[in-house]
């Protein structure tokens, strides 16, 4: 576990120096070194049990957020990447917050949803006070299964039951199982539930079954981060801290009330989560999912953050999303890399995992809030964009920095620009 989430100048070492720095916080092998510095972290016959038709493995950056404490609890995030600059925002706004104590986290229960749709009835809401009735009956087929889960406290612990009268195709009910998945993400386990009670269903309806599958909605699977800065925290050499937080303000309301602004705040804000979801071998499609739909939940879409004043003039910043992710499950135990992230970030259970990738999803919302509101997001964002333009412009080794600072000096990140520097440099 990391004692010390800072890494000063962590940004001017070399990967392999990265490494040792992360190996040592961490407490990490050599086996654990292979993993990351050997080609192939995935190894093709893992991977070909994992999907169909398997040619092959895709690799993505892997860099460490730093400065993140989470309810007191220094923690190094592990995201997985290609966009540039989102480490660099979520770790320097990580780095502003621990100044006025880091970010507060909690989580519900691990509870999701399965639904078993109902359909050839006549009376559903009669039919939704029979599968009532029967609550007790389809709770123990539904936990006569999944001994593990059943054995850690989880399982079916309740059903609810919609009634939609007067759909297009008639009266349909819907009954919901509510499921304690634990330390899964628990799509494939809540699924097999919802097939396995639904003879009984159609034998206590009279109706016939059809989707049995989990939602991705899953509102009962909520994690928690706020975050508070004072004026003095958030002032820089230009600007005074209230005149930031005014700006971070009048950002965050412009998407709270516009669903336009709204999609690109909330892909912000995905833009940190998402990686660390990637990293940990989770299900990032129904992490997506969720929380836009959950961003929906009032009938309009809007901000999945809220940003306010408190009494003292203080920003505080909160965030709430549906986070189906597991410590087990999916590809959480076979991917090698998914393994190493999770014991560098040391996370003890999936709320957990959770509540961390949420407050990295806060972080990343008022980086680019504090940028776009002052600065503008160009300055940063194309500054380390510009290392991936030498890249395309065929830069090697120093060069890439090289024509990287050149590019982000003249504010002029573009290929043709880059091609010309790299030939200048070339010809000296
Ligand atoms: C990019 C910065 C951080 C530069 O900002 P800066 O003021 O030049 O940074 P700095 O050099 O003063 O460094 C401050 C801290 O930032 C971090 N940092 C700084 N640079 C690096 C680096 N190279 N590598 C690693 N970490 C870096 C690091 O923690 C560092 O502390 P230190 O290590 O020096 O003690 C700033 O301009 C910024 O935060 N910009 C916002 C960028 C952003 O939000 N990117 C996300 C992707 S774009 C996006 O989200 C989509 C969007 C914008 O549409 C969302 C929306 O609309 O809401
Ligand atoms: N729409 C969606 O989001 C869908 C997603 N998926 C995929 O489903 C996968 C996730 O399903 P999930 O059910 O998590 O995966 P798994 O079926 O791989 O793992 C869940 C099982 O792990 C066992 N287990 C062991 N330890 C624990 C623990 N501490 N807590 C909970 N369970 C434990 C339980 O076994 P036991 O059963 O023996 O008790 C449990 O049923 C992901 O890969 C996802 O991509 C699939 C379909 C749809």
């Known amino acids: ?13 070399s990967p392999a120096q990265r490494w040792d720095v992360i190996a040592k916080a961490c407490q990490l092998s050599d086996e ?36 993140f404490q989470v309810n007191g609890r220094d923690v190094l995030v592990p995201l997985a990447v290609e966009e540039p600059s989102i480490i660099a925002a979520a770790s320097y706004m990580a780095k502003l917050a621990r100044e006025d104590g880091g970010f507060q986290t909690s989580s519900t229960q691990p509870l999701m949803r399965a639904q078993v749709q109902i359909v050839g009835i006549q009376d559903p809401y009669g039919v939704r006070l029979a599968l009532y009735q029967a ?18 406290g989880g399982g079916c612990k309740d059903i609810e039951v919609h009634v939609f009268p007067d759909s297009p195709r008639g009266p349909m009910v819907v009954m919901h199982l509510i499921v304690d998945v634990r330390d899964a993400m628990g799509a494939n386990t809540v699924n097999t539930m919802a097939e396995s009670v639904s003879p009984l269903v159609e034998q206590i309806t009279g109706g016939s079954v059809r989707l049995r599958i989990l939602s991705n909605l899953a509102d009962l699977r909520l994690a928690r981060a706020r975050v508070r800065l004072t004026p003095q925290t958030l002032k820089t050499a230009e600007r005074s801290g209230e005149e930031i937080i ?47 739909a959950y961003a929906s939940r009032h009938g309009r879409y809007t901000s999945l953050t809220t940003w306010e004043k408190d009494g003292t003039g203080a920003l505080v910043g909160t965030i709430e999303l549906p986070m189906p992710v597991g410590l ?33 999803g806060l972080a990343q919302n008022l980086g680019a ?36 600072k050149r590019l982000a000096a003249e504010n002029d990140v573009r290929t043709d620009r880059a091609l010309e520097v790299l030939a200048e440099l070339r010809q000296r």
């Open 135 to 152: 609550r007790a009956q389809i709770l123990e087929l539904a936990n006569s299964r999944d001994k593990v889960l059943i054995g850690l």
């Open 1 to 13: 576990m990391a004692t010390d989430s800072r890494l000063p100048q962590f940004r001017a070492l």
């Open 32 to 67: 654990d070194r292979a993993l990351l510095t050997e080609p192939g972290a995935l190894p093709s016959s893992v991977a070909d049990g994992m999907i169909e038709n398997v040619i092959g493995t895709f690799e993505l950056p892997l860099g460490v957020a730093g400065n």
């Open 328 to 360: 087990v499950g999916g590809a959480t135990k076979t991917h090698p890399l998914a393994r190493l992230a999770l014991k560098i970030m040391d996370v003890k259970s999936a709320q957990e995992l959770g509540e961390i990738a949420a407050a990295v």
């Open 369 to 404: 809030l504090r940028a776009l509101a002052t600065e503008g997001i160009q300055r940063g964002h194309m500054a380390l964009h510009a290392r991936n333009i030498a890249l395309v412009a065929g830069a090697v080794g120093a060069e890439v920095d090289q024509v990287a």
């Open 246 to 292: 005014e700006g971070v303000l009048d950002a965050y309301t412009f998407a709270a009330i516009d669903p336009y602004r709204a999609a690109t705040h909330n892909k912000g804000i995905m833009n940190g989560i998402d990686p660390v979801i990637v990293a940990t071998g989770n299900d990032w499609r129904a992490v997506e999912a969720g929380a836009h």
